[in-house]
């Protein structure tokens, strides 16, 4: 799994409590005001920090910036792992654990305040990190959903295959859902999400494979 093998760990990192009142309030900011305008002073202001003390933690915008977009993509993760754990605490098979991976996986890129806001507003800042620099983005799809496989692998739940192909194939298009909305695959619906990724998602994971063997 390569460079991303640093990346996925880093992302489960538990967060430091000291900083998440501060990347709270940069996130209201950046809500209320986008990136560009907002100010590091605006950011101690809502923290209730002095602006020495901010950039003590964070020394520059730019490491904000980082830092709230590696807590909002722990937060995502976080809650795709939440999904899945239910399935695994009532032994969910490989297709329900598979559904519920994918049904989260949607929800938290379609979801995405700050993500929404930048598309719409500040697309300049955050398209080239999602597109012709968004190598890092896959790779931690690919990464993640390849644990992912791996582990229902072992367990028994789907054959043994290269993982890493189809959890590519699965990040990708995850992400243009998130970037370009608009479709005719009923995902608004978490019944329609669910009945979709049972026919179509589902299966290419290989799981009638196992229930053939």
């Known amino acids: 799994m390569g460079a991303l093998a640093k990346?996925?760990?880093l992302v489960r990192k538990p967060?430091?409590?000291?900083?998440?009142?501060?990347?709270?309030?940069a996130l209201l900011a950046f809500l209320d005001f986008g990136i560009k305008r907002t100010s590091m002073?605006?950011?101690a202001r809502r923290g209730g920090?002095?602006?020495?003390t901010l950039y003590r933690r964070f020394s520059s915008k730019s490491d904000l910036i980082q830092a709230v977009?590696?807590?909002?993509?722990?937060?995502?993760?976080e809650g795709v792992d939440a999904a899945v754990q239910k399935q695994i605490d009532r032994d969910g098979s490989a297709e329900d654990q598979i559904i519920e991976l994918f049904v989260a996986f949607l929800a938290g890129l379609r979801g995405n305040q700050l993500l929404d806001r930048l598309l719409i507003t500040e697309p300049e800042i955050v398209l080239p990190y999602?597109?012709?620099k968004g190598s890092p983005v896959i790779e931690l799809g690919r990464d993640y959903l390849a644990e992912f496989i791996t582990r229902l692998q072992d367990e028994g739940k789907l054959p043994v295959y290269d993982p890493l192909p189809l959890a590519e194939m699965i990040a990708r298009t995850s992400l243009s859902?998130?970037?370009?909305?608009?479709t005719v695959i009923p995902l608004d619906d978490d019944?329609?999400?669910?009945e979709f990724a049972r026919n179509h998602v589902a299966v290419s994971f290989r799981v009638a494979d196992v229930r053939k063997s």
Do not use: M, W
């Not at 409590?17 to 309030?25: E, H, I, K, R």
């Open 49 to 52: 920090l002095s602006l020495a």
């Open 69 to 77: 977009g590696l807590a909002q993509t722990r937060e995502f993760i």
């Open 41 to 43: 002073v605006e950011v």
């Open 191 to 194: 019944a329609a999400a669910r």
């Open 15 to 25: 967060r430091q409590d000291q900083d998440q009142t501060v990347l709270s309030a």
């Open 7 to 9: 990346l996925l760990p």
């Open 177 to 182: 859902l998130a970037l370009t909305p608009q």
């Open 130 to 132: 999602l597109t012709i």
